[in-house]
């Protein structure tokens, strides 16, 4: 990391953008990797919880919840969240090619 970065040994340091923008850039393509590959969206709970204990995360918003397993683990394994913040504008039907949506 660049000189007086915050950012903790723990977590790579992103090479395009700087700070939190880099970081969940690269974090999100990952997670679409893995989803295109086969793997659903689950594999990568454990690193979303070791990220965020790794930054001694208090506070977590989660946007996007689907059916909770996400916030699930993370509950039970980010052991330094202390609030828990869900937010999920869900309407059914937005697209009709979309399982989700159904």
Same mark, same amino acid.
């Given at each position: 990391?660049?000189?007086?970065?915050?950012?903790?040994?723990?977590?790579?340091?992103?090479?395009?953008?700087?700070g939190?923008?880099?970081?969940?850039?690269?974090f999100?393509q990952?997670?679409?990797d893995? %989803?295109?590959d $086969?793997?659903? =969206?689950s594999?990568?709970?454990?690193?979303?919880?070791?990220? @965020? &204990?790794?930054?001694?995360?208090r506070?977590? %918003?989660?946007? $996007?919840?689907? =059916?909770?397993?996400?916030?699930?683990?993370?509950?039970?394994? @980010? &052991?330094?969240?202390?609030?828990?913040h869900? %937010?999920?504008?869900?309407?059914?039907?937005?697209?009709?090619?979309d399982?989700?949506?159904?």
């Open positions: 990391p660049p000189p007086g970065d915050p950012t903790p040994a723990c977590v790579p340091h992103p090479k395009h953008c700087r939190l923008c880099a970081q969940v850039g690269s999100v990952k997670q679409r893995g %989803v295109s $086969g793997r659903g =969206w594999w990568y709970y454990d690193a979303v919880a070791q990220y @965020a &204990t790794c930054m001694n995360a506070v977590w %918003v989660e946007v $996007g919840a689907a =059916w909770g397993a996400l916030s699930r683990h993370m509950l039970r394994h @980010a &052991t330094t969240i202390q609030e828990y869900v %937010v999920d504008p869900f309407r059914g039907g937005y697209d009709k090619d399982p989700m949506s159904q």
